[in-house]
Each structure stands twice: as structure tokens, then as C-alpha cells.
T-cell receptor
Framework: AQKITQTQPGMFVQEKEAVTLDCTYD???????LFWYKQPSSGEMIFLIY??????QNATEGRYSLNFQKARKSANLVISASQLGDSAMYFC??????????????FGSGTRLLVRP | EPEVTQTPSHQVTQMGQEVILRCVPI?????FYWYRQILGQKVEFLVS????????KSEIFDDQFSVERPDGSNFTLKIRSTKLEDSAMYFC??????????FGPGTRLLVL
């Protein structure tokens, strides 16, 4: 069964420093997609970054980058130059199923990030 | 940028009452989803909908739940007889079939 594990329930980071949020996954499908979402206290799910299993390069979106290590089945999110507004819950998710068109996702339990001034 | 919208943003209901949560997906999207997030827990898939029918549903999506696309723009989730444990944030999502999708802002449901 496919599974997403986020082992850090909470993290602290100093403003302007970089932080890595861990995510490991388990799947037997050769084709899959990995997502990261930010959930601020207001509750909405904000898409941050996506990595396909066949993508050769690690995904980057502004201050977000995904450290994709396929052999280790990990997809860690790196946030560079943390800002106070980065304080939120962060969820790793995987597209389940063989179809690349699917948006049926399974989520990890999340990591709460607090950025200290 | 187009976005998924959901109404209402908050809903309070009495146990046993029916609720309908509404979503307007992005206009050219063909795949629609509902997810649920109980307070403090992970987001869970409920159901996917394509071509006017359910394509997949989870164990959570039992007979008290139903989905409908009553017209060309709305996508609804109905809970027939709400229970206390239905209290959660409900997210609608839509995708274009290329694997990228968008979540709506959610409806926070409280069952008393």
C-alpha cells in the first residue's frame, strides 16, 4: 500500500535560515508524483511544489526546492531564507494510482513549522 | 489566475441534519474531488468524480455521502444525516487531467 511518512511533527527555524522538512514515501508504482502543500492557520491548502518520479532534476519554485532521492524514497522540502510568513503546517502528498492524470492524493501527517524572528 | 471556490466557508449544523457543501471547480477542469481533514489530522481522500459519475471512493465515503454535478459549474457534496464525527474541513479540488490540480479554500463543518 502506498504511504507517506513525515517524521517531524514540529520544527523551529530562525528567520532567514534554511530549513528541511522530511518526507519519505512507499509505493510499488514506477510512476508517481509527489507534492508539497502549505496550510496556514486560515486552513487553505496552498500548493508549493511538484516532483514527478521520472523527472531528472529536482523541482524548484522560488525559495522552495525538493530534494528528491528516488533510491531512498525521500522527497524533502527545502525552504531557503525562511520568512515569518512561512510559519504553517506543511504536508507532503503522493499521487496514488497508476494514472498520471489522477489528482487522488494520499497525505502525510504534516510538519508544523515555526519561524522565529 | 482561475481558482476553485467553495461555499459556505463555515457551516454549523445539528446532528442528524442534511448538509450540502458546494464547490465551483475551475471551468475547463474535468476531474473533481472531495477531501476531508478532521481537526489536527491529515487530509483524507473521499471521492473522485469524472464524466458525471464517481470514479473512485474511499472507505469513508459511505451511504450517507453523495456527490452531484447538478449543472455545468457546481459540484456538491451532500451528507444526509450528519454525525458529530463529520465535523471537519472539507476541501474540493479539481484537475485538468494532466495531473495538476487545485484545492478550494475549504468549508469548515461543525456538527453539534
Amino acid at each position: 500500500a502506498q504511504k507517506i511518512t513525515q517524521t517531524q511533527p514540529g520544527m523551529f527555524v530562525q528567520e532567514k535560515e534554511a530549513v528541511t522538512l522530511d518526507c519519505t514515501y512507499d509505493t510499488s508504482d514506477p510512476s508517481y508524483g509527489l507534492f508539497w502543500y502549505k496550510q496556514p492557520s486560515s486552513g487553505e491548502m496552498i500548493f508549493l511544489i511538484y516532483q514527478g518520479s521520472y523527472d531528472q532534476q529536482n523541482a524548484t519554485e522560488g525559495r522552495y526546492s525538493l530534494n528528491f532521492q528516488k533510491a531512498r524514497k525521500s522527497a524533502n522540502l527545502v525552504i531557503s531564507a525562511s520568512q515569518l510568513g512561512d510559519s504553517a503546517m506543511y504536508f507532503c502528498a503522493m499521487r496514488e494510482g497508476r494514472s498520471d492524470s489522477s489528482y487522488k492524493l494520499i497525505f502525510g501527517s504534516g510538519t508544523r513549522l515555526l519561524v522565529r524572528p | 489566475e482561475p481558482e476553485v471556490t467553495q461555499t459556505p466557508s463555515h457551516q454549523v449544523t445539528q446532528m442528524g441534519q442534511e448538509v450540502i457543501l458546494r464547490c465551483v471547480p475551475i471551468s475547463n477542469h474535468l476531474y473533481f474531488y472531495w477531501y476531508r481533514q478532521i481537526l489536527g489530522q491529515k487530509v483524507e481522500f473521499l471521492v473522485s468524480f469524472y464524466n458525471n459519475e464517481i470514479s473512485e471512493k474511499s472507505e469513508i465515503f459511505d451511504d450517507q455521502f453523495s456527490v452531484e454535478r447538478p449543472d455545468g459549474s457546481n459540484f456538491t457534496l451532500k451528507i444526509r444525516s450528519t454525525k458529530l464525527e463529520d465535523s471537519a474541513m472539507y476541501f474540493c479540488a479539481s484537475s485538468d487531467g494532466a495531473g495538476q490540480g487545485h484545492f478550494g479554500p475549504g468549508t469548515r463543518l461543525l456538527v453539534l
